[in-house]
């Protein structure tokens, strides 16, 4: 039988798929890593991408300046990124104790201590002001815009305020915008939790224009480009990597334009086309440090849903070291006996949880398909909770997947999770039409 690797926090599970299935298996590149990743960034910074070179827009900024990094939860290696960044500003002028670099947790915990050198390194951790947006503090953020629907828009005032804006990030696939990176810098990673009432809300998620790959039509990317606007990004920096968390490509410039070349380079990276749609999906949380909880982890079920039939299985593993998520995502699942009932109360006017979003998706995927889910960090009991199947093994998890499928099953086995999403021709990711199950009555 053969055995394929699966990336599980800092190491790797095997799992054996029985002969008589086809079996499909598609992992991310690493051979096209930068041989000089710092360089690149430097060359970047110096030959940007629809904008000025850094030293210009810096020139007279004496003022302050904030540089946004992602937290923990994404694989962007900080430390190359930032140390040309912070050269060319202090060479231009802009005192290093004017120079903010703010931690877009979104609605993410805080990074502290340890975690910081984790995150920059230690010379940066030691030498410059690092702090971390924290969502729930109304009184850091001001209002850039408003929604259509009159929603409050806000953002961290330390960003807003400062004289030179500059973000930074990866390019990856997203399972709600198409892509993480730029613009999500801002939102939602610096937005307030009255702002994510209207970004993470029920209906911006429960539609099919929401989901990996996908930007022209997608209601959350433009309304987080929009925030991005309105907040005002006079920078963007943005890298992609390979599986080993490597640079393989450098997008600097104006929001837009670098974007757009980051995209580009990230759908040919980081997408696979299939045909047709498979019977089981083997795939995992990503590895470290992404596979932290089940709640980053479920972006890899999300990438599966696409390509796995309607009553067909996805198995996955995933560390989950940390455990499920916050206290707030684990309220989500409170009274739920069924993922349907979800649907029931979530539309209601005024309902609202923080992480609602990914209780959300894993209520969708619950509905498409059964879930055979292994995770160290977690319990069966702590598992169920989740409308999953726990096994202990990924091999236990396709065995018992194997057992609703027909004498030539279709299998594909995903290693990198959600790092490398397929795109079918006949998709199949279905979202659960709450409309229908009331009867008609929105």
Known sequence: MPAFSLKFGSRTLSVEIPSHCHVDSFSLGSEAALPDPEAAVHEALADPIGSAPLESLAQGRRRDACIVISDLTRPVPNAVVLRPILHVLERMGIPRQKILILIATGIHRPNEDEELVELVGPDIARHYRIENHISRNPQDHVEVDRSDDGHPLEI?????????????????????????????????????????????????????????????????????????????????????????????????????????????????????????????????GGGAPLDRTLYQSWKGVVGALGVVRKGGSV?????????????????????????????????????????????????????????YYHATGLTHKDLERFFVIPVDSPGEGVRRALGHCGPNPRVLVLPDGPYLVPISSTPSREIYDWYSSRGGQA
Request: charged share 25%; net charge negative; proline share 3%.
């Open 156 to 284: 961290d005032r330390r960003y807003v305020e400062a004289d030179l804006k500059i973000i930074t990030g990866l390019i990856e696939p997203h399972l709600m915008a198409g892509y993480s990176g730029g613009r999500k810098s801002i939102l939602p990673g610096l937005a307030s939790v009255e702002t994510m009432r209207f970004f993470h809300s029920f209906a911006m998620i429960q539609q099919d224009r929401t989901s990996y790959g996908r930007v022209e039509d997608n209601p959350c990317h433009h309304a987080s480009r929009r925030v991005a606007k309105k907040a005002g990004v006079d920078f963007m920096l943005n890298v992609a990597v390979d599986a080993q968390h490597r640079l393989t490509a450098v997008f600097a410039g104006d929001l837009d334009e670098a974007f757009a070349a980051g995209v580009a380079h990230v759908r040919k990276q980081n997408f696979i086309d299939v045909e047709g749609q498979y019977d089981v999906v083997v795939t995992t």
């Open 315 to 371: 198995v996955v593993a995933a560390e989950n070291a940390e455990g499920a998520g916050s206290v707030d995502f684990l309220s989500c699942f409170d009274g739920l006996q069924d993922p349907r009932d979800f649907f029931r109360l979530a539309p209601e006017p005024g309902y609202f949880k923080i992480d609602q979003w990914m209780a959300q998706e894993i209520c969708n995927a619950a509905v498409h398909a059964n879930l």
